[in-house]
């Protein structure tokens, strides 16, 4: 259902108030649990797998309003903070509901009619929360359904794709929930029964929620640092320290409890990873087309769910790769994909420097971000002290920044490695005239093209 459904879903939380496909969302769900009442009260399969897959449904339709509604109600600045809480929040809701789940199947074993029961009273308390969504007009209303949505997401495709960072972003995200899903619907069960010597229950309620709650608590300190600004410079963070601790997992003879922190740490390093992927998706796109996109990235993630089972099927079905080794293959896969990432992207490198930097050895103050325009072309007017002015600046800020800088200072080796990384555009006095002509229409060219450019006044 995700990847029939999910650009219809995108279609509606574009074409109509996203809280209004909320709340309807939320009803439909009292409905779905009603069904799966009756099919657990009379030991109905097929209607039970009916629910299941309504349940698919509805989340296909929910998941674009739900983070679609993130960059209507809060300011640019707050993006990647109401992104940590929102994951905080979901990561927190499913341990709960898989712990929830197994401890409602051995209570009412038999009697399963009562958690039809709960599960409808817990579709109605969401449903009444719904109704508390700030009121928001719709984004584009004269948007037209497309039935075939394979044409849709290929017509999507091509807008995300004329935006670097975007396609980045969405491939990144398909990544992230390919590596889930291997890591925690196949990777850990069999990681916990055959070398730590654990129950279902066990692996459950000891490994997958120590890599729930990480992933939420590292989302939720994802927004926290990245300082009121969508911070990409923690992604490559993210995967250095998932590719760690993917490593410390590979290592023989595991720990029950060595396990279990390294888990934790694993999926808090997915935190960092996910958040500011998240928000650059939501922050990329038009208004008018935030819910597809939105929707696109869902049913690619989905996509890279199912890829993960082909993979597991073949690492540890035709290859007979043990859960170490499992583990020790998907950390070469990230960091081969990081590394690509990070050469087709390389200024994300260059703010990751730049974090470090301004939490250890530096600590500013921003005051005034929100003077910048989000999108477009703006000049900044500095004084200037150091070479240090520069990379501050470009940490203070979201946007990548252009400097013109001098020509001498430009073809230094570390220095010119950074300024051609950054674009910057070499001028001197030296030159010719006709050749600083050149050098400034360069920067012209650049704020008309909606770029950010920096010019020091002395």
Partial sequence: PFIIFSMA???????FSKRSVAIGVKLGEIGIMTLALFALGGNQPLPLLLAVFLMGTHSAF?????????????????????????????FLAIVA??????????????????????????????????????????????????????????????????DRILLLAIVGNTYFFFLAALVQQYTIY??????????????????????????????????????????????????????LTGAFLAFPNPTTSGTIVALALYGFFCGFFIVPVTALIQHRPER?????????GNLLSFVGIFIAAGVY??????LQLSPRQIFLATTLMTVVGTSYAMWLLPDAVLRFIMWIATHTIYRIKV?????????????????????????????????????????????????GWWAKTTGAIPISSELRPREMIKSLQAASDALKNGEVVCIFAE
């Fill in 9 to 15: 879903g995108g279609y509606l939380a574009d074409r």
């Fill in 62 to 90: 929910f998941g674009p309003v739900k983070y679609g509604l993130l960059p209507e109600l809060l300011p640019e600045k707050k993006l990647s903070w109401g992104n940590g809480v929102i994951e905080l929040g979901t």
């Fill in 97 to 162: 509901g898989t712990i929830g789940g197994g401890w409602l199947f051995e209570v009412f074993t038999g009697q399963h009619i009562w958690t039809g029961f709960i599960l409808i009273g817990l579709a109605v308390i969401g449903a009444i929360w719904s109704f508390g969504i700030t009121r928001i007009p719709a984004a584009d209303p004269t948007k037209t359904f497309r039935l075939n949505f394979i044409s849709d997401l290929w017509q999507k495709g091509q807008v995300i794709r004329r």
């Fill in 190 to 243: 069999s990681y916990g029964k055959d070398l730590l010597g654990l129950s279902e229950g066990q692996i459950t309620a000891w490994l997958m929620s120590a890599v729930a709650l990480g992933i939420g608590f590292g989302s939720y300190a994802a927004g926290r640092l990245s300082g009121n600004k969508i911070e990409y410079g923690l992604i490559p963070l993210g995967s250095l320290g998932m590719t």
């Fill in 288 to 296: 008018s087309d935030k819910g597809a996109i939105i929707a696109a």
């Fill in 313 to 318: 099927y073949v690492i540890a079905g035709l």
């Fill in 367 to 415: 005051l005034g971000r929100d003077n910048i325009p989000a999108k477009g072309g703006a000049l900044f007017v500095c004084n200037h002290l150091s070479l240090v002015d520069a990379c501050l600046l470009q940490a203070a800020v979201e946007r990548p920044v252009r400097f013109i800088m001098l020509k001498a200072m430009y073809e230094k080796p570390v220095i």
